[in-house]
């Protein structure tokens, strides 16, 4: 700690009569110091005030009184300044230091009896010790208490007691002090401290009241920043002045005495509340020493229950509202938390777990958040299934393991998931195959492959480009089934085999594709099973073999030993431009297969026969003569005609007043269906030509012939042979008058012809 010096001198206004102040200075200066030695050592002892004194820990702040008492003493009028040591000092004002909290110092000053004083101070340095990067805050009550005496014949002496903040600077360091009183008023004129220095904190000014004696107490409070901002503990000092000061007078006829009490009220200083891992609204708080914390923040952090403060990150000293600020506290305060448990129940979703009590669809337990999920059972389930873990969604979600860490802030769920078993693909897949065949015949193959007994298996056939298996496509029947290649067409063939195997637990299924084989096909030549017929020709024409149908006639594959095996084709004479002889032969038939990919032709020979269409001549009596052959015609002719009952009724239609005459709607109608029908039909070896006519019976009436599709029929008409025609008679006109079952007229069918 530094001193606190107290100097007792006298300063000259001019420098010429420095040297002969001097020598009254010395001889003034012994008396002095034997009364100011004695008094201030005695005030010192007396005057250090201590309080709570029952504080374990001492304050990190420090006082002294070491040091000088200062007199000046000036001629004639009031300095602005006065130097620094320009006077011997006085006898030493004694020393004192305060060690407990509310620890306090009392300062006294004498300017001693009978004395023509002018200026007597003395400084009080306050040290405080401030953690690293922390800023403490102290306020000091300050008590001034003093005494002015003077003689009747100095009744117009003035004096004035000061506590004045000097700053950070001692007046020891500067070589110019103020003076704090002058006869023009109350100044003070300093180049000690800083900005916030040289103020009076009390002052008292004495003067013409009447009274020998004037009693001065007086009381403030001060309030200081010591600020650390280095990474270190660091003692500040910050300095105090106690001052008496009076006016000049030729005789030793005043005295002053001040004694100046300086306690510290509170030292606060911040805390820093560490929410080690949560969230603090307050972020800090000033305390003061000796005194409790206070209110406290409560911080939140999820997943965790507030424990308390304490002076540590981990473990140390709780520290509470009515906890007691230490002399030393600590500048951080830290959250301290326990964790949560919560209940995590497992579903098994769909499977078992295992418990000493037996299988289980779920099972709880207790989980701290922060920690991990430790050991999570492997449920079993049946039916082809693996277990894949166990997740935070029945379907979807995150998936949990023993060493995950609990972040879920409540009671929840973990899921098994599962996946089905895959199946194990066949092996030992070979395919063997013909390497010739003949279209129609059967394929020999043989497919083998290994599986196991949990598996079904099925076989799908592909047929391919080549021996690489490019471009392979399944092969299927006539209804788009899948087969096997029984009867490959002709050509060049490329198959292979995919063997698939089926779990029988869970339907998941796994292949396995076979070596490419292949097969070439040649084309089948069909057998002629039944010949096909030829239709006679006509002699007398003279056709050729074109002339002659060929029908019937069935070719089939031998090859195929199954099924139907009859070849679709068609029948042809191999040379149509032959004309056979009037006995007939037998000639060169080919069988043409429509399907040529597959099948050659085939041959055999077919049977002609050949007859007359006789070229008669004109009829003679009943007869003619074949031209050719000479055949005789007997002319025979037969027609049938088969008549309805030609049987009507006539209805009028309804009368229409305007255009006098009944509408249309009435007219003839046959009695019965068909009624009104005439069919002739040609039974006889010749066409003949038939005629229709209708007499009237009754003038009014007329009638007409229709086809059967109610077009009017023009006769004649000539009837082939084997052919029928169908005719209708259509009365018409109204009749005259009322008729029952009368005749209204006739119908003539006419034969002519037969050549």
Not at 157 to 172: E, N, P, R
Request: overall charge positive; some cysteine; proline content about 4%.
């Amino acid at each position: 700690m530094d001193g606190l010096y107290c100097h007792y001198t006298r300063c000259s206004a001019a420098v010429k009569t420095l040297r002969g102040a001097r020598k009254w200075g010395y001889n003034t200066l012994t008396r002095w110091k034997r009364i100011l030695c004695a008094a201030l050592c005695l005030c010192v002892l007396c005057g250090i005030a201590v309080a709570g004194a029952s504080a374990a820990a001492a304050l990190p702040i420090k006082f002294s009184t070491e040091g000088e008492v200062y007199q000046y003493a000036v001629s004639k009028k009031d300095p602005d300044t006065v130097t620094y040591g320009a006077s011997s000092p006085a006898a030493a004002a004694g020393s004192g230091s305060a060690a407990l909290s509310g620890g306090g110092i009392s300062v006294s000053l004498d300017t001693g009896k009978n004395k023509n004083f002018k200026l007597c101070y003395k400084e009080i340095p306050v040290t405080v010790t401030v953690p690293a990067n922390t800023t403490y805050t102290v306020t000091f009550d300050i008590a001034l208490n003093g005494t002015y005496t003077r003689s009747s014949a100095r009744a117009e002496a003035k004096a004035s007691f000061q506590v004045v903040y000097l700053g950070d600077v001692s007046a020891a360091n500067t070589t110019t002090v103020f003076y704090p009183y002058k006869t023009s008023g109350n100044t003070i004129k300093t180049t000690i401290g800083g900005s916030d220095a040289n103020t009076n904190i009390v002052q008292k000014m004495m003067g013409k009241d009447g009274n020998k004696t004037t009693t001065v107490s007086l009381s403030a409070t001060k309030s200081l920043d010591f600020v650390n901002t280095t990474g270190n503990a660091k003692n500040i000092t910050k300095y105090f002045g106690v001052w008496i000061a009076g006016t000049y007078g030729s005789n030793y006829s005043n005295q002053a005495t001040a004694t100046c009490t300086v306690t510290p009220a509170s030292v606060t200083y911040p805390v820093t509340f560490n929410p080690n891992g949560g969230r603090v609204s307050t972020k800090s708080k000033n305390v003061t020493i000796g005194k409790t914390y206070g209110t406290l923040p409560t911080p939140t952090r999820t997943g965790y229950d507030f424990d308390g403060w304490y002076t540590k990150e981990t473990g140390d000293t709780k520290v509470t509202e009515t906890t007691t600020v230490g002399a030393n506290p600590p500048a951080t305060l830290y959250a301290h938390w326990t964790a949560k448990k919560y209940l995590v129940t497992l579903n098994a979703n769909g499977g078992k777990i295992d418990t000493t009590s037996g299988q289980v669809s779920t099972k709880s337990y207790t989980a701290t958040y922060g920690s991990k999920y430790n050991f999570l059972p492997r449920p079993i389930r049946t039916g082809g299934y693996n277990f894949d873990g166990w997740y935070t969604d029945q379907t979807n979600g995150t998936k949990v393991e023993s060493d995950t860490t609990v972040t879920t802030t409540k009671d929840h769920i973990l899921y098994a998931h599962w996946s089905l078993i895959p199946a194990k693909a066949p092996y030992d897949v070979k395919l063997e195959m013909d390497e010739t065949s003949v279209y129609g015949k059967s394929s020999f193959y043989r497919l083998s492959y290994g599986s196991t007994e949990q598996h079904t298996t099925e076989i799908t056939w592909y047929t391919c480009d080549d021996e690489e298996g490019k471009n392979g496509k399944p092969l299927t029947d006539e209804n788009g089934d899948p087969t096997d290649p029984k009867t490959p067409t002709a050509g060049v063939h490329y198959y292979y085999a995919v063997v698939t195997a089926t779990r029988k637990d869970n339907g998941r299924k796994a292949s396995t594709k076979s070596n490419v084989a292949h097969v070439t096909v040649t084309k089948a030549t069909p057998t002629i099973r039944t010949k096909p017929t030829a239709a006679k020709l006509d002699l007398a024409v003279g056709d050729t073999l074109a002339a002659s149908a060929l029908t019937g006639g069935i070719a089939q594959n031998n090859n195929i030993r199954s099924g139907p095996n009859d070849v679709a084709g068609r029948f042809v004479w191999k040379d149509d431009t032959v004309k056979p002889p009037r006995n007939g032969g037998r000639y060169a038939v080919v069988f043409q297969p429509y399907d040529t990919n597959n099948y050659t032709t085939a041959e055999t020979t077919v049977y002609v026969s050949v007859t007359c269409s006789h070229r008669f001549g004109a009829w003679n009596a009943g007869r003619r003569t074949c031209a050719v052959c000479g055949k005789v015609e007997t002319r025979t002719n037969t027609v049938t005609v088969t008549w309805g009952e030609l049987a009507y009724t006539y209805t009028d239609g309804a009368w229409n007043p305007a255009t006098h005459d009944y509408d249309i709607g009435g007219g003839w109608a046959p009695n019965r269906k068909n009624g009104d029908v005439i069919t002739v039909q040609n039974e006889g070896a010749n066409e003949v030509r038939v005629k229709f006519q209708y007499t009237r019976t009754d003038t009014a009436i007329g009638g007409s012939f229709a086809n059967s599709d109610g077009d009017y029929l023009y006769s004649p008409i000539d009837l082939p042979v084997n052919r029928t025609q169908t005719v209708r008679l259509c009365p018409t006109g109204r009749p005259g008058k009322a008729l029952n079952n009368a005749k209204i007229g006739s119908v003539t069918v006419r034969l002519e012809g037969g050549y």
